[in-house]
């Protein structure tokens, strides 16, 4: 009765924890622009509809990306159109199609952003179930915080339709993996056969999930040979190991099967070639050779083929908070130190963290992958790092024997997030181009690394336009055109072109240029005085020239 009650209490602090944030999320959630490649995945959509009904090559690259997630999404977007959460098409009956499709890609962007925002929480809820596995379920409550107060993991949450799904996916197949693995220790062999069973259920849809994982992106079809190898290795002893192959092959069958399934149905290239475009996804997206641009990395603009190898390490000792980093490396020892006294399903739980953390990032590292972008591209390996730290955090806090250390390292561990809370909270809604005290903020990262790459502050800066801004004012803009095309008043009835675009023999008498802080962006038209800038912590991010 006593051990219900805390399991109780220990679940309801969980939820508790997933409720307030899903409250500082939700109600935040407009706040945030629109980005770079947001216009791709909403369009991917139309284009796997014309592939499929016509027959259309679908655009770009789009045909190696799952197109489940953005999907989902679209099918999200229709049902609130339809239960009203839009105020009526008829008052922009009189505007031009070019204004009336920008309000609906906004719309649809927005819807996009609640949307994205709601899946992330699989993230804190998974990492929650992964931490209660390798401690308890009554220290399950701390993992979410600790997670949400990453700046990069929590700002990308609203807004990247790539890879906080990824993310999110890819933590809650470590999770469910732990847990069949236990279920697999569990059972006796009698009952390990193949049938109208638990184990057999199980089996198919984990490897269902894996291959919504895939699904999302290719890379998740390493969590077969992940969980195969927690599997395995939990036990390094041959005849264990022989055992584990042989009365469990069968299942891992079930599993590789239920994956390609799942797999082929969401991906648009297998539809036509279901086995040779797996191999051709995996080249494109390591080497991703249609991205062919500059990093700005410590001062330097530098091809993303030729970055050094510890750009990512580096990104990473720079944007994580550095009480993060601590206890990061003491969850890392006391992983080392427990583990030889662990459970197999604890033994395995670990494995399969560190697997996730480690694992894609050192391929990566020794093939010298194209990078690019900060490292949203790993966003992924944030996760088991808040998970690690967690358990650093936890052993820290069990191993403190004095009532009064206890009270003093709560204090500080308090003083400490609100730190990190005090800079999300002077960066919103840019939390993303968060960089941690130690190397000295965003304002180190001035013209020293990548900051607003997304172009996230389009939006604030076309909020600004729409008040100062002269009527029918012509606006150049260096970045995701669209992004501030769809947040333009359009009874300004303002003419916006992108740069590339821009014929300076043909320029108006007088003009607005609007750029993101990338590549030389923001050193063009040197002539033209700056009038306004979005910034953040006493760092510009859009700014804005005026044109004579």
């Not at 159109?81 to 009189?94: E, P, T």
């Not at 925002?117 to 931490?131: D, E, K, M, P, R």
């Not at 088991?384 to 204090?411: D, E, H, M, R």
């Amino acid at each position: 009765m006593i051990l219900k009650n805390r399991l109780k209490k220990a679940y309801l602090n969980i939820l508790l924890v997933i409720i307030t944030l899903s409250i500082i999320g939700l109600s935040t959630v407009n706040h945030y622009g629109a980005t770079w490649d947001e216009w791709i995945e909403i369009y991917m959509v139309k284009w796997v509809r014309e592939y499929i009904n016509e027959g259309k090559p679908i655009e770009r690259d789009s045909e190696y990306y799952g197109f489940i997630f953005n999907y989902t999404a679209d099918q999200f977007y229709d049902i609130s159109r339809n239960l009203g959460f839009f105020k009526s098409d008829q008052q922009y009956d009189n505007l031009t199609e070019y204004h009336q499709n920008n309000i609906k890609l906004r719309r649809k962007i927005q819807v996009k952003h609640i949307f994205t925002f709601i899946f992330s929480l699989l993230t804190y809820i998974s990492v929650a179930g992964i931490v209660a596995i390798l401690t308890s379920w009554e220290y399950g409550w701390f993992a979410p915080i600790v997670l949400a107060l990453f700046p990069q993991f929590w700002g990308h949450s609203f807004f990247n339709p790539k890879d906080i799904p990824f993310a999110a996916m890819f933590t809650l197949a470590v999770w469910a993996g732990a847990c069949l693995l236990n279920y697999y220790y569990q059972i006796d062999s009698k009952h390990q056969k193949i049938g109208r069973n638990k184990i057999t259920l199980y089996s198919l849809l984990y490897g269902s999930l894996v291959g919504l994982v895939t699904g999302v992106r290719v890379g998740g079809f390493l969590m077969i040979f992940f969980l195969l190898a927690a599997h395995l290795l939990t036990q390094l002893n041959p005849k264990i190991i022989f055992h584990k192959i042989s009365n469990f092959f069968k299942f891992y069958l079930l599993i590789i099967v239920a994956w390609f399934l799942i797999t082929t149905l969401t991906y648009p290239a297998s539809w036509s070639n279901p086995f040779q475009w797996f191999f051709e996804a995996i080249e494109n997206f390591s080497k991703y050779s249609l991205w062919d641009n500059s990093v700005l990395f410590d001062g330097q603009f530098i091809p993303g083929k030729s970055l050094p190898w510890y750009y990512l390490p580096r990104l990473l000792n720079i944007t994580i908070p550095l009480i993060f980093q601590i206890t990061f490396l003491i969850g890392i020892i006391g992983i080392i130190i427990k583990y030889r006294n662990w459970s197999e399903t604890k033994r395995a739980c670990a494995i399969l963290v560190l697997l996730q953390l480690f694992f894609i990032p050192t391929v990566a590292i020794i093939k010298q992958s194209t990078i690019y972008d900060g490292i949203r591209h790993f966003l992924f390996i944030i996760p088991p790092i808040a998970v690690i730290s967690t358990l650093g955090f936890i052993w820290l806090y069990q191993n403190l024997k004095n009532k009064f250390l206890k009270i003093f390292a709560s204090t500080l561990l308090i003083i400490q997030f609100s730190l990190i809370f005090l800079d999300m909270v002077a960066l919103h809604p840019y939390q993303y181009t968060y960089f941690n005290r130690i190397y000295g903020g965003l304002a180190a990262a001035y013209e020293q690394q990548e900051t607003d790459y997304w172009g996230l502050s389009l939006k604030e800066g076309m909020e600004w336009l729409n008040k100062n801004a002269e009527p029918n004012s012509t606006i150049v803009v260096a970045g995701p055109t669209f992004a501030a095309e769809i947040y333009a008043d359009p009874y300004q009835n303002f003419q916006m072109i992108n740069r590339d675009q821009f014929d300076r023999s043909k320029a108006p008498n007088s003009y607005y240029y609007m750029a993101i802080p990338r590549y030389d962006y923001q050193q063009a038209f040197p002539e033209c005085p700056v009038i306004y800038s979005v910034t953040r912590q006493n760092t510009p991010l859009t700014i804005i020239k005026q044109c004579q």
